[in-house]
Each structure stands twice: as C-alpha cells, then as structure tokens.
C-alpha cells in the first residue's frame, strides 16, 4: 500500500496569512493527487485533483503543486472560512490511501 | 445539481449485518465509479470500497475485505455497502462519493 504523509499535523495561522502544507507518497505518484477540506461536522469537500487542478467553485488562493512523491497544497491568503483539516489523497492505486491530516487552527 | 445521499446507518451488534445505501442524482451515474469512505470519531478518512461504474469491477479495503460487499443498481440509480460480521473498530461515519462529489455520510455505530 502506498504511505500518505503530511505536515505537519497542525497549523497556526491568522487572517491573511500564506499557509503551505506537505504530502509526501511512499512511492511515486504521478500526478494522480486529490486535497480535501473537512470542516468539524461536515462531509470532505473536494479541492484539487490531479494535483494542481481546482474543483469546480473553489477559490482561486488555492493551489496545489508537485508530481511524482512530493505535493503541496497553499492557501495565499488564509480566510476565515478556510479554518479546517485538510487532507491528501492518492488515485494512484488501490487500495486509495489518505494522509493523516493537517488542521489550520487560528493563531 | 449532484446530491449523494446515505442512508441505513444506526446501532447495530457486533458480529450482526447492516446494509447502506447512497441515492444519486443530478448526474449521469451509470458513468462513474463509485467509492465508500469512512471516519471513525475523531479519526481521519480511509477508504473501504470502489465499484466500477457497470459494476463488473469491486476493489476492497484489507481492513473490510471478505466481509463488506460493494453494490449498485443503476437503475435506481443508488449504491449500497452490505456489511457482514461487523465489528467495534466498523464503527464511522460511512460516506459515498465520486469524482468531486461526496454525501453527507451516515452513522454506523456497532455496539452491544
């Protein structure tokens, strides 16, 4: 099974901010990478697939990067809505993994 | 527009069944596959399961396989998730999704 690792586990951020986080596969990937934001209570929202490519809606200071074993989803200018767990997800292969999760708490 | 919607979760016994479903519309679901993902309290997502989108093709978690079984009926347009021998540690919000669409989840909790 391909491991999904992210980091870090938390984030401490304020209105505005830039926010980076990291996920790192096991194994290479390609491009085949999706970024979830989970807000508490809530179903997963889908954010990016393919690594790079927004779902449909969501808002332009998201991005998504990378390819291969290494990604990274930023947020360019933190808003309050954006306070939430957000997790990776590889399509590479089955069975689907996810990492275990970054939540952006506010500072 | 697309709505996923689950349903069959409750209390149920260890070592009992219990059966999902998950009601699509505002798509073409007879082309997508179609995924179950779970959270347990608390505790991060893992997926469980996948049929293709006639349903010829399943794949399984290890943690559920040989005990979950993965179903559709494209003619009503609803997924199921049939659990068998269900344990303490099955106990999770039970979601279904697709590509860029998941279900506001249902609530399994197995306990005596």
């Known amino acids: 099974d391909i491991q999904m690792t992210q980091s870090p586990s938390s984030v401490s951020a304020s209105v505005g901010d830039r926010v980076t986080i990291t996920c790192r596969a096991s194994?290479?990937?390609?491009?085949?990478l999706a970024w979830y934001q989970q807000k508490p209570g809530k179903a997963p929202k889908p954010l990016i697939y393919g690594a790079s490519n927004l779902q449909s809606g969501v808002p332009p200071r998201f991005s998504g990067s990378g390819s291969g074993t290494e990604f990274t989803l930023t947020i360019s200018s933190l808003q309050p809505e954006d306070f939430a767990t957000y997790y990776c997800q590889q399509a590479n292969s089955f069975p689907l993994t996810f990492g275990g999760g970054t939540k952006v708490e506010i500072k | 527009q697309v709505q996923l919607v689950e349903s069959g979760g409750g209390v149920v016994q260890p070592g009992r069944s219990r059966r999902l479903s998950c009601a699509a519309s505002g798509f073409t679901f007879t082309t997508y596959a179609m995924h179950w993902v779970r959270q347990a309290p608390g505790k991060g997502l893992e997926w469980v399961a996948v049929i293709s989108d006639v349903g010829g093709d399943k794949q399984y978690a290890a943690s559920v396989k040989g005990r979950f079984t993965v179903s559709r009926d494209n003619s009503k347009n609803t997924l199921y998730l049939q659990m068998n021998s269900l344990r303490v540690e099955d106990t999770a919000v039970y979601y279904c999704a697709t590509e860029g669409y998941w279900g506001q989840g249902t609530l399994v909790t197995v306990s005596s």
């Open positions: 194994q290479g990937i390609s491009s085949w």
